[in-house]
Antibody, heavy 120, light 107 residues
Framework: QVQLVQSGSGLKKPGASVKVSCKAS????????MHWVRQAPGQGLEWMGW????????TYAQDFTGRLVFSLDSSVTTAYLQISSLKADDTAVYYC?????????????WGQGTLVTVSS | EIVMTQSPVTLSVSPGERATLSCRAS??????LAWYQQKPGQAPRLLIY???TRATGIPARFSGSGSGTEFTLTISSLQSEDFVVYYC?????????FGGGTKVEIK
């Protein structure tokens, strides 16, 4: 059973950066891509992009280019989401997930979510 | 980008009754459509993929249908734990896109 465990919630000031981690276990890390999904308070789900866990190549959704960095540390089977120059409207729960994509649905798993609150 | 539109935004149904949720794609996504259930404070849970295949462990009261641009999630007899939010997601094209969600509430 795939497990994705994310880092804890945090409060950040505007202009700061945050790095969310997603520790994967119980499967071969390179088998499934890792996606990131944002959910603002009381709102729906927004796909932010994904990272190829074999090559480390990231792909960012158009609305999220510029301030995001997806990365991996395969030695500890962990994916990371870094957001720089935080703004108040970055306040959201961020999920790492394995999703149906490219016409295929090999595995779907979600992390528990990490709440990032941006406030002065 | 494929826009996914869910309707209604809120659906009021009595326990034990049937709920029918709709999801429309702005262009064909074939059968590459998933449905998720999300309870408050929890991550989404996959219910249906391939438009009509129930995910592992999902009760038979949940069913999906449709292809192309029109999809339906049916909950045959609503249980108390089913009164939450549901999302559709297409995975036929990049970028992946979600619908805005339907909240099923107790009538």
């Amino acid at each position: 059973q795939v497990q994705l465990v994310q880092s804890g919630s945090g409060l950040k000031k505007p202009g700061a950066s945050v790095k969310v981690s997603c520790k994967a276990s119980e499967y071969t890390f390179t088998r499934y891509a890792m996606h990131w999904v944002r959910q603002a308070p009381g709102q729906g789900l927004e796909w932010m992009g994904w990272i190829n866990t074999n090559t480390g190549h990231p792909t960012y959704a158009q609305d999220f280019t510029g301030r995001l960095v997806f990365s991996l540390d395969s030695s500890v089977t962990t994916a990371y989401l870094q957001i720089s120059s935080l703004k108040a409207d970055d306040t959201a729960v961020y999920y790492c997930a394995q999703l149906c994509s490219g016409g295929s649905c090999d595995n779907v798993s979600w992390g528990q979510g990490t709440l990032v609150t941006v406030s002065s | 980008e494929i826009v996914m539109t869910q309707s209604p935004v809120t659906l009021s149904v009595s326990p034990g009754e049937r709920a029918t949720l709709s999801c429309r794609a702005s262009q064909s996504v074939s059968s590459n459509l998933a449905w998720y259930q999300q309870k408050p404070g929890q991550a989404p849970r996959l219910l249906i993929y391939g438009a009509s295949t129930r995910a592992t462990g999902i009760p038979a009261r949940f069913s999906g249908s449709g292809s192309g641009t029109e999809f339906t999630l049916t909950i045959s007899s609503l249980q108390s734990e089913d009164f939450v939010v549901y999302y559709c997601q297409q995975y036929n094209n990049w970028p992946l896109t979600f619908g805005g969600g339907t909240k099923v509430e107790i009538k």
